[in-house]
């Protein structure tokens, strides 16, 4: 998988972009669908030290080492893909020397970068805690003193996730020449920056459940007590009810108010197959408001299907928000004499999503491996 | 003289397009002379209509009706050059895209453009393109270049700017000759100039005596999406209310006009 994705991205690079099936109509493809997706789920290593170094709650010092690493790879994997998604790869670092300050994009560039950086350091003593490393005495005290800034790191990666989970909603919210994507919101904020934040805050502890469940899977062994089970549940669907709660009001308001004074009929928007009435329905019903229940019912009723059932639906429904934001904002058409578009990814843009899929499962392995990322793993074997 | 929403800066003039879609028989001239002129490369095999560079490109649409009640109309669009909130220029992360103070005119800076497409997504008139290629021309072509515009290279955004190579040509003449702006009679788009019906004029929109202006104010008059508020500077004129409509000009002022008789 690695070596054909880095064939494709290589194909890219070198031939230019032409290797996908993107177009002038898609200019965003795949990759920005499974990059918003990945950084969303991602969000589970900054909700995560949020709640364990600042909410205080400690039970989850069980995952957050794992928590950490996802959010690490799934943020390093995103900006691979979009360092081959850019045209002009070479000229990234033109946003820090020519920044537009009003562009959502400026603001995601900036928040993810730092974040990366955040990352890399909260990966760093996880890193150092490996016991031959643990024999080289600066490590150790550079460890020691890691430590004791993690609360402020964790602040600092908390700031600027909110953010830029925010900025990334605020990427189609801002789009007034797309009225399907357009959002009244709040200030200079559309709604869609706040319900990124939220959707992807919910989605976070979701993912970590299920990624936690599949290594206990996969290694045979018990990794977290049930307990750690039970608050990322429970955290997980109240923060997806509360999103759709919001969501729902978001969707009124763009449907009655926002919608109308662009011109724009909303039914017009759903009468395009594949994208019917039901997209709507699955997004906020099907994969938000039954998972958020599902969630809530396993916390409480210690029921870990219905834990592990809740966290899938809910992470399949932010990776649906994203596609809709994505792609149907791209294949709705604005002008009434051209024809509605439908996109389909060549392998090269599928074979580079699996090789940065590849490296998250390698890289993941390899800290599995060598490292402790669930410090409570060695205890409850012996039970 | 007034001062722009966008920037804040001077804005002498406000050139844009009018178009007559009842005159346009889409032969396709204006967009032949405006890729000539700008050095658009001919597409070669593997590149379709969904991946190709046309600055200027022309729809054909119709009334949905059928013979003998069938119409066609033509529509040449072009960038839009919005005026207000313009979708392109607040979106693109490294200042690539911005206002010509002078003219009103958007333009692209190629050199400075990452190729996130970013812009292409914001823009509700699809009038921006990617290259997707590298841009060549078969042997001896390229003895046909333009030397007053830069070829693009793979990888970056391009779309329509009303022939800023005329525009510079205009206010050099003008300044060989010691006046301080263009006449407006000195620049003309390739578009406009080829356009064998005289479909597509050029001119100030704020000059009130520019045909250009003129045409703008008449009642069949109107721009695309409208109600975007995207203030764009190409007009279209139909007297047809269908085309109007399909145009999405102002439903409710077409209604108005339409119960007025």
Same mark, same amino acid.
């Not at chain 1, 893909?81 to 560039?109: I, Y």
């Not at chain 2, 949905?64 to 066609?72: A, E, L, Y």
């Given at each position: 998988m690695l070596g054909i994705g880095l064939f494709a991205i290589g194909l890219c690079l070198i031939k230019g972009l032409n290797q996908t099936?993107?177009?002038?109509?898609?200019?965003?493809?795949?990759?920005?669908?499974?990059?918003?997706?990945?950084?969303?789920?991602?969000?589970?290593?900054?909700?995560?030290?949020?709640?364990?170094?600042?909410?205080?709650?400690?039970?989850?010092?069980?995952?957050?080492?794992?928590?950490?690493?996802?959010?690490?790879?799934?943020?390093?994997?995103?900006?691979?893909?979009?360092?081959?998604?850019?045209?002009?790869?070479?000229?990234?670092?033109?946003?820090?020397?020519?920044?537009?300050?009003?562009?959502?994009?400026?603001?995601?560039?900036?928040?993810?970068?730092?974040?990366?950086?955040?990352?890399?350091?909260?990966?760093?003593?996880?890193?150092?805690?490996?016991?031959?490393?643990?024999?080289?005495?600066?490590?150790?005290?550079?460890?020691?003193?890691?430590?004791?800034?993690?609360?402020?790191?964790?602040?600092?990666?908390?700031?600027?996730?909110?953010?830029?989970?925010?900025?990334?909603?605020?990427?189609?919210?801002?789009?007034?020449?797309?009225?399907?994507?357009?959002?009244?919101?709040?200030?200079?904020?559309?709604?869609?920056?706040?319900?990124?934040?939220?959707?992807?805050?919910?989605?976070?502890?979701?993912?970590?459940?299920?990624t936690t469940w599949a290594v206990s899977k996969i290694s045979s062994k018990r990794l977290v007590q049930p307990s750690v089970y039970r608050i990322l549940a429970m955290v997980s669907g109240w923060?997806?009810?509360?999103?759709?709660?919001?969501?729902?009001?978001?969707?009124?308001?763009?449907l009655n108010r926002t919608v109308p004074r662009t011109g724009a009929i909303p039914a017009q928007f759903y009468a395009w197959q594949p994208?019917?009435?039901?997209?709507?329905?699955?997004?906020?019903?099907?994969?938000?408001?039954?998972?958020?229940?599902?969630?809530?019912?396993?916390?409480?009723?210690?029921?870990?299907?219905?834990?592990?059932?809740?966290?899938?639906?809910?992470?399949?429904?932010?990776?649906?928000?994203?596609?809709?934001?994505?792609?149907?904002?791209?294949?709705?058409?604005?002008?009434?004499?051209?024809p509605f578009m439908l996109y389909w990814p060549s392998w090269q843009e599928v074979a580079t999503f699996l090789a940065v899929a590849a490296y998250g499962v390698i890289l993941y392995s390899l800290s599995f491996r060598y490292l402790k990322l669930f410090p409570h793993e060695r205890d409850l074997q012996q039970y | 003289m007034k001062s722009s929403a966008n920037s804040g800066a001077i804005i002498k003039r406000r050139f844009g397009l009018v178009i007559d879609l009842d005159r346009c028989n889409g032969c396709g001239a204006c967009a032949t002379a405006c890729a000539v002129e700008n050095n658009v490369p001919p597409a070669f095999p593997e590149v379709n209509e969904r991946t190709g560079l046309t600055w200027m490109r022309v729809y054909r649409a119709e009334n949905?009706?059928?013979?003998?009640?069938?119409?066609?109309v033509y529509f040449p669009i072009s960038c839009q050059h919005c005026g207000h909130d313009t979708p392109c220029v607040s979106v693109c992360p490294q200042n690539a895209v911005d206002i010509n103070p002078q003219t009103g005119v958007v333009s692209q800076i190629p050199e400075r453009c990452l190729g996130c497409r970013y812009c292409m997504a914001a823009c509700p008139y699809h009038a921006r393109y990617f290259n997707w290629f590298d841009p060549t021309w078969p042997a001896g072509m390229e003895k046909t270049l333009n030397p007053d515009v830069s070829v693009r290279m793979r990888g970056v955004v391009e779309k329509c700017n009303l022939c800023h190579s005329r525009w510079q040509v205009a206010k050099a003449k003008a300044a060989a000759a010691g006046k301080q702006d263009l006449d407006p009679a000195d620049y003309t788009t390739a578009c406009?100039?080829?356009?064998? +019906? =005289?479909?597509?004029?050029?001119?100030? #929109?704020?000059?009130?005596?520019?045909?250009?202006?003129?045409? +703008? =104010?008449?009642?069949?008059?109107?721009? #695309?999406?409208?109600?975007?508020?995207?203030?764009?500077?190409i007009y279209y004129r139909s007297n047809r209310e269908w085309v109007r409509r399909l145009g999405d000009a102002d439903v409710a002022q077409i209604e108005s006009e339409a119960s007025r008789g």
């Open positions: 099936n993107m177009d002038n109509r898609f200019a965003f493809g795949l990759w920005i669908f499974l990059d918003l997706t990945v950084i969303a789920l991602g969000a589970g290593a900054f909700f995560t030290g949020f709640l364990l170094y600042i909410l205080r709650r400690d039970e989850l010092r069980a995952v957050i080492n794992s928590a950490v690493v996802l959010g690490f790879i799934c943020y390093s994997g995103a900006i691979l893909v979009l360092m081959v998604d850019v045209g002009q790869p070479l000229r990234a670092w033109f946003t820090f020397w020519h920044p537009n300050v009003h562009s959502m994009l400026t603001e995601v560039t900036f928040c993810i970068t730092c974040y990366l950086a955040v990352l890399a350091i909260e990966y760093a003593p996880i890193v150092l805690r490996n016991r031959q490393l643990r024999k080289v005495p600066s490590f150790l005290v550079f460890e020691f003193e890691l430590h004791k800034v993690m609360p402020v790191l964790a602040a600092v990666g908390t700031f600027l996730s909110f953010f830029h989970q925010g900025s990334l909603g605020g990427l189609y919210g801002v789009l007034q020449g797309r009225p399907f994507a357009y959002r009244d919101g709040f200030a200079i904020w559309p709604s869609t920056f706040f319900l990124f934040i939220l959707s992807a805050i919910a989605t976070g502890p979701a993912f970590v459940l299920v923060l997806l009810v509360t999103y759709v709660g919001f969501k729902g009001i978001d969707t009124l308001v763009w994208f019917g009435t039901w997209v709507l329905f699955a997004e906020i019903v099907l994969f938000g408001l039954v998972p958020a229940l599902i969630l809530i019912a396993g916390a409480r009723r210690r029921s870990f299907a219905l834990q592990l059932t809740g966290s899938l639906l809910a992470c399949a429904g932010v990776a649906l928000n994203r596609f809709v934001m994505t792609i149907q904002t791209l294949a709705v058409p604005t002008l009434k004499f051209e | 949905g009706r059928t013979f003998p009640d069938s119409r066609t406009a100039e080829a356009c064998p +019906a =005289k479909a597509i004029v050029l001119g100030d #929109l704020d000059d009130r005596n520019s045909e250009a202006s003129r045409a +703008a =104010k008449s009642p069949n008059a109107f721009r #695309l999406l409208a109600k975007l508020g995207t203030d764009p500077k």
